[in-house]
Nanobody, 123 residues
Framework: VQLQASGGGLVQAGGSLRLSCAAS????????MAWFRQAPGKEREFVAA????????YYADSVKGRFTISRDNVKNTVYLQTNSLKPEDTAVYYC?????????????????WGQGTLVTVSS
């Protein structure tokens, strides 16, 4: 399984970005996909997860109502739409995948990781 994250960049506070995670190497209908992030000097934290089969989602409290995770079954791509960005959202964002019928929220529950894409939010 290969995951290729993209879409990061520099944006002003209040702006938006759409991150993409292109997945290949498997059939993903049995997978859970997630986004995590790691800010400088901080531990990696969970952002959002989606069950590929039924589309059910789960969000960290810090992004609920601002971020939306979704998937495109045809393109085998997972998206993270980030709105109302804040400087504290600045981090490297990673997509992750694992075979699961749930929406795991712990990093160790994921077997495959993308390379990360940097989001910088200026105040």
């Amino acid at each position: 399984v290969q995951l290729q994250a993209s879409g990061g960049g520099l944006v002003q506070a209040g702006g938006s970005l759409r991150l993409s995670c292109a997945a290949s190497g498997s059939t993903f209908s049995s997978y859970a996909m997630a986004w995590f992030r790691q800010a400088p000097g901080k531990e990696r934290e969970f952002v959002a997860a989606i069950n590929w089969s039924n589309g059910m989602t789960y969000y960290a409290d810090s992004v609920k109502g601002r971020f939306t995770i979704s998937r495109d079954n045809v393109k085998n791509t997972v998206y993270l739409q980030t709105n109302s960005l804040k400087p504290e959202d600045t981090a490297v964002y990673y997509c992750a995948a694992t075979i699961s019928n749930r929406r795991p929220r712990k990093g160790y529950e994921y077997d495959y990781w993308g390379q990360g894409t940097l989001v910088t939010v200026s105040s």
